[in-house]
């Protein structure tokens, strides 16, 4: 970002496959803003307890401390009035209404920084990022590295579980590949 916005607020997307560095690049400009005396608040799906109730954790366990809400309304509630920031971890867990809270928080004045899988395990896109990304100033869109053979990998391949589109888990359950061994999972 080369000119900053200046008197209005805007929103950020922060997406990508798991383990391709969503959380730590949300906690690194939220660090930054800390820097700049900016107040931020952070909020996390509530399903989303893998490592922690009150943090939002990385894989390479860096974390912040995030308020677990159960609805997208529920951060238009909590959000404190001086927040000058504002970040969603996991936003694809949240249904539909998180397109608008984000909307109404940016129009408002604050800056929104959201990070979510862009797409679902059988790599189709994963409402509401999709949403999320046409309304957003600015998107960044990360890789992992595919653990079978080194490429950049942009899908989030489900090794262990059901087929429900939700289903939270780490390196027990998903890997990250690249789109030719995702595909080859899929033909194996
Ligand atoms: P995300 O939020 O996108 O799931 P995180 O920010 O939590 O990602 O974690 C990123 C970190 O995960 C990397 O810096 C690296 O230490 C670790 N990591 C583990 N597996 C991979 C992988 N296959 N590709 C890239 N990074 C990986
Ligand atoms: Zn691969």
Redesign the pocket.
């Known amino acids: 970002m080369v000119v900053q916005p200046n008197g209005t607020g805007w929103i950020e997307v922060i997406c990508?496959?798991?383990?391709?560095?969503?959380?730590?690049?949300l906690i690194r400009r939220l660090r930054r803003a800390e820097i700049a005396k900016q107040k931020v608040q952070v909020f996390k799906p509530a399903i989303d307890r893998r490592y922690s109730e009150s943090e939002v954790v990385?894989?390479?366990d860096q974390r912040t401390r995030a308020v677990p809400v159960d609805t997208a309304s529920r951060v238009l509630e909590l959000v404190q009035g001086d927040a000058d920031v504002v970040a969603i971890d996991e936003a694809q867990f949240f249904d539909a209404s998180i397109v608008a809270v984000c909307d109404r928080l940016a129009t408002a004045g604050r800056r929104v920084l959201v990070?979510g899988l862009d797409t679902d395990y059988r790599s189709e896109p994963f409402d509401p990022m999709p949403q999320l990304m046409a309304r957003a100033e600015y998107v960044t869109k990360?890789l992992?590295?595919?653990?079978r053979c080194g490429n950049p990998?942009n899908r989030s391949l489900r090794v262990s579980g059901g087929q429900d589109r939700v289903e939270v888990g780490a390196?027990d359950r998903y890997e990250?590949v690249c789109r030719r061994c995702h595909r080859d999972a899929y033909t194996a």
């Open positions: 990508g496959p798991m383990f391709s560095g969503k959380t730590e690049e990385s894989h390479s990070a990360l992992a590295i595919c653990v990998a390196t990250a």
